[in-house]
């Protein structure tokens, strides 16, 4: 059993761990950099080109891999993901980020459960996984909150595509804010302000990197403080959302809906972020895992890639994207005032 069980997932594996490789190489040229591109960002994309021409053909003999690799390896990704935190970080980041970033975090997610099903016509499972991709860390956050929501791959794939946009959008506005700021005698805006303020309302790490670096070092390294911060917070958002659906879909059913499901790889994530602050590991190992998890996650990403047709995404309409640029607008303006007002309240 053991063995055809391999050769039946060996292929689409294979392929998934190629396009996982390719974007990883791609994300280290410098173009690609200075536009935030990360590998996961890649993988999708070069998955999607594949799922949209070849893969087709090649699905008869490669679909059993593909989704091993869109879900098992993506909830060990999640898991080696708590790698790139430690305790520290969250002292590092202070008080007044760690009650922004919360606050960021709920008020987005919240504003986009609301607004996709009342205003946008979208169901609350496609409403979920965009808030949680703005809310919280991008493509990464999509994919962990999709056994939770339970949107599938189409669903997914739509909601990468919205965070995608945006975050990149945000990584080449926001350095332009700050000059302006500047420019209109906003000296109070330093770095370290701009940098709260990018690492709490940016999609993605690399485009936080990529937007801070373009202001100073020092905006860079408050950003990514900040940006991890939330990103640790990924598990308890997780736990939390999936008491929610299980409360929620007991009242529905009357008593007989599922069991609360805890979500182990967000245990797992939690239990290596303490490890990772232990400094229990070597450097070379904890380098090495990390390299692991940046390939599997790239690899699911690039499985989810494979499974999306772009026939899915033009039949989800401006109503994702109308959600997702509103959220993004709240990102900046909200985020700005939530800023603003919280260093005001714990100066």
Known sequence: M?????????????????????????????????LGLSALTLAIVGGI?????????????????VQLAKQRLL?????????????????????????????????????????GPRWFGLER????????????????????TEPVARGGAEKVAVAVATVVVFG?????????????????GLHGLDSRHFGLFAGSTLHEVAQVVAAGRAVSEQAAEVAVIAKMMRVMMLAPFLLLLSAFQARRERGACGGNARRLTIPWFALGFVLLAGVNSLGWLPPAWRAGLLQLDTL??????????????????????????????????????????VNAGVGVLLK
């Open 168 to 184: 990149t959008l945000g990584m080449f506005l926001y350095p332009g804010l700050y000059a302006l700021a500047q420019a209109a």
């Open 2 to 34: 053991f063995i055809p069980s391999i050769r039946k997932t060996l292929p689409g594996l294979a392929l998934t761990l190629l396009l996982a490789t390719a974007a990883l190489l791609l994300a280290t040229l410098p173009a690609l950099q200075k």
């Open 75 to 115: 909830r060990l990704g999640i898991v080696l993901f708590g790698l790139r935190l430690t305790l520290q970080d969250i002292a590092a980041v202070g008080p007044a980020g760690i009650l922004i970033d919360v606050v960021m975090l709920s008020s987005t997610f919240l504003l986009a459960c609301w607004l």
């Open 49 to 65: 080109a594949l799922g949209n021409s070849v893969y087709p053909a090649l699905a008869p003999r490669c679909d059993s891999g």
């Open 296 to 337: 599997l996650l790239a690899a699911a990403m690039g499985a989810l890639g494979l499974h999306t047709q772009a026939s899915a995404i033009r039949r989800a309409g401006l109503a994702p994207l109308g959600l997702a640029a509103c959220l993004c607008g709240w990102l900046i303006v909200g985020g700005a005032l």
């Open 125 to 144: 499972d496609s409403a979920m996984l965009i808030g949680a991709g703005s809310a919280i860390c991008g493509a990464a956050a999509v994919l962990a």
